[in-house]
């Protein structure tokens, strides 16, 4: 559903294949927030001095470090929530399933 929603509205193709396969991503604020994001999730919210302040140098603010937690936030209990109940991805989303490297 989320690459789904990244090609409808903003997303070219080089854009999506970098956040699939993890690679640094060619627009600079775009990378900022993506390195941030992945930081937040590698120190379950315990990022560092340093990492939030490249965050903010970047031109993001200390409310945009929040909908940054919000958006983990929610994407793990959807993720939970649907790995608990076994579900399946609806017909329409299907042609943009995908299982990341390592099948996490």
Same mark, same amino acid.
């Given at each position: $559903? =989320?690459?789904?929603?990244?090609?409808? *509205?903003?997303?070219?193709?080089?854009?999506?294949?970098?956040?699939?396969?993890? !690679?640094?991503? @060619?627009?600079?604020?775009?990378? &900022? #927030?993506? !390195?941030?994001?992945?930081a937040?999730?590698?120190? =379950? %919210?315990? /990022?560092?001095?340093?990492?939030?302040e @490249?965050? #903010?140098?970047?031109g993001? *603010?200390?409310?945009?470090?929040?909908? &940054? /937690?919000? %958006?983990? %936030? $929610?994407? !793990?209990?959807?993720?939970?929530?649907?790995?608990? !109940?076994?579900?399946? /991805?609806? @017909?329409?989303?299907?042609?943009f399933?995908?299982?990341? @490297?390592g %099948?996490q």
């Amino acid at each position: $559903m =989320h690459s789904a929603i990244l090609t409808r *509205t903003v997303a070219d193709a080089p854009l999506l294949a970098a956040l699939r396969a993890q !690679t640094p991503l @060619a627009a600079p604020s775009l990378e &900022v #927030l993506r !390195t941030f994001t992945r930081a937040l999730l590698a120190s =379950h %919210g315990g /990022v560092s001095d340093a990492e939030l302040e @490249a965050f #903010l140098a970047a031109g993001f *603010t200390r409310q945009q470090a929040l909908d &940054v /937690v919000l %958006g983990v %936030g $929610m994407y !793990t209990l959807s993720t939970s929530a649907n790995r608990l !109940t076994r579900a399946t /991805v609806d @017909a329409p989303f299907a042609p943009f399933a995908w299982t990341p @490297a390592g %099948g996490q």
